[in-house]
């Protein structure tokens, strides 16, 4: 298995956009989830994870048309079930305007058909000005198209989890106000009992209540990958540049 080249003073070459979002703080992770977000383009690497999603559940109160087009555009799976086998895949780029780029590739094999959530995470091009994200803010962009994009507040738990927060987001450009969307929590952490990855994902609404819960564990191990080795399913069909 490739092992990762972690010397340099401990830190890799280039900042990874979770380090970028966390700055001194990033050292207070658990070395397990340092080691998961602090995968930069500079390391031509990626990481491969397997798991098992042991709950995968949305509220009734989710339209239908909701989920089909979540699910058809890569925005979240639509499924509900237990037990789950998944696969999570993550690259490290810059895009073609100079952003540092975390790829997150999802796949999650329902009985019958299998479904998607791809996302990127980038790190702000703009740091300055009445818009610019705060310096705790990386950008997701949601979606096989980038349909969806959202400002998320990254900061550490006294366990060493990585926590991020979601605001409300921006679809195809137009911000939904906040009463009338939805938020998302998703916490990862390292299993020091099991030995795993563990995470918890929760969107919810603040009239409905809670819209989908996933939980679920996974192992991950590191490989050589050049910006060539790259799946063309890894990045979004667009580059979207609004933040």
Sequence with gaps: MYTPDVCRDGLRAMTSVVRAALGPAFEDLHPKVQWRFGLSSADSACQLGVGVMEEMTHSALVPPPVLWLGGSRGLFPAGKAADVPFTVANYAYVDDIGRET????????????????????????????????????????????????????????????????????????????????????????WDEEQQRHRIRIDVTS?????????????????????????????KPTKLVERE
């Excluded at 989908?212 to 490989?223: C, K, L, N, Q, S």
Aim: glycine share 10%; hydrophobic share 40%; aromatic share 8%.
């Design 102 to 189: 975390l790829s997150f590739v999802r796949r999650f094999s329902f009985v019958g058909k299998a479904q998607g959530m791809n996302s990127v995470m980038v790190t702000p091009a703009r740091t300055s000005g009445r818009s610019a994200p705060a310096s705790d803010v990386a950008l997701d962009y949601l979606g096989y198209h980038s349909d969806m994009v959202v400002q998320t507040r990254c900061s550490v738990e006294s366990d060493g989890a990585l926590l991020l927060e979601s605001g409300p987001p921006r679809v195809l450009g137009v911000r939904i106000p906040q009463i009338a969307s939805a938020l998302t929590t998703a916490r990862e952490w």
């Design 206 to 234: 603040p009239i409905l209540g809670t819209l989908f819960h996933y939980h679920g564990w996974f192992t991950a191990e590191e490989r050589p990958c050049g910006p060539s080795d790259i799946p063309e399913g890894a």
